[in-house]
């Protein structure tokens, strides 16, 4: 029998969020076998997340897990996780009982999709190679809404969406009669034909940008809305000086990245709004919708 630590952070404890976390692990029938509260002091944070101690969030991180009292409970059965999808649970058993610590030493992720019917696994890829999708349905369609509510304020008529896997933040403006053009290295992350009008690139490889302005144009885009991975997007700028959009619209899952790419834009422009939206409950992480206004 195997076990692991879950831990119920600040601010899920100071929303009242302790039975509800304990109720839905029992539901699917994990047992807990230990729990206590206890409240981090800094040094204990940062010794407990160690590991990320290189990392840009590590200051941040450790500030939260400090910042109050949190619920850490021992839960068992990782290689049975009842939570996961039923096509996943041999393959992530294999992994979870292989010797892939002697493939893959030291830190990375691994990612284990099921797509088409099939499961496939990914070391360290730079992009989710099955794509990406949301989870969440509620947040994600509160997202949806508030993007597709900023297009119709802003009268935007034309939008370039990169990283647009399938659409998910962009279809509703196409069924309101809006142009889009999409680029990304994947579409449709369950499996289905690629829709209309996408470009499958890499954004992350530098000759993207000056192959997709031969093949399609600048297009005069009204708005350019990107929803990039964790990383973010350093070459945002180089886009935006040749594309030229009125508008950028940028959803991110990491200020960090966020910060970043803004603080390296040379064009001028100012922000009109910014949303947070929960889609990680219990969490220190949310998800960001920036709307910036070009000049």
């Known amino acids: 029998m195997e076990r692991t630590l879950s831990i119920i952070k600040p601010d899920g404890v100071k929303r009242g969020l302790i039975g509800e976390v304990v109720r839905m692990l029992e539901q699917n029938n994990l047992d807990i076998v230990a729990m206590k509260m206890l409240h981090m002091t800094k040094k204990q944070a940062e010794g407990f997340y160690a590991v990320h101690r290189e990392r840009p969030f590590f200051e941040s991180l ?34 979870y009982e292989g010797d892939w610590t002697q493939d893959h030493p030291g830190h990375g992720h691994c990612e284990l999709y099921f797509k088409s019917g099939e499961v496939s696994l990914s070391w360290d890829a730079s992009y989710a190679h099955g794509g990406f999708s949301q989870v969440y349905e509620e947040m994600n369609q509160a997202l949806q809404d508030r993007v597709q509510t ?3 304020d802003l009268e935007v008529r034309r939008l370039l969406d990169i990283f647009s896997g399938s659409g998910n ?24 034909d690629k829709p ?5 690139m890499d954004l992350y490889d530098e000759q993207t940008l000056p192959n997709f302005i031969r093949r399609a144009g600048t297009s005069d885009f009204d ?13 945002l700028d180089n886009w935006v000086k040749k594309i030229k959009p009125r508008y950028v619209f940028y959803v991110s899952c990491n200020p960090a990245s966020l910060a970043r790419d803004l603080r390296g834009l040379t064009t001028r422009f100012r922000i009109k709004s910014v949303q947070l939206l929960d889609l990680f409950p219990a969490t220190a992480h949310f998800e960001t919708f920036v709307v910036l206004q070009m000049r």
Do not use: H
Request: contains cysteine.
């Open 223 to 235: 708005a350019l809305l990107i929803d990039p991975p964790r990383r973010g997007f350093p070459g």
């Open 62 to 95: 450790t500030d939260f897990m400090s910042s109050g009292p949190a619920i850490s409970n021992e839960v068992l059965e990782v290689p049975q996780c009842k939570i996961m999808r039923g096509e996943l649970q041999s393959a992530f058993t294999q992994l």
């Open 150 to 152: 900023q297009l119709e």
């Open 196 to 200: 209309e009008n996408f470009y499958q």
């Open 169 to 192: 933040l962009s279809n509703a403006f196409v069924q309101s009669g809006g142009d889009r053009l999409m680029i990304d290295n994947y579409s449709n992350a369950n499996g289905g």
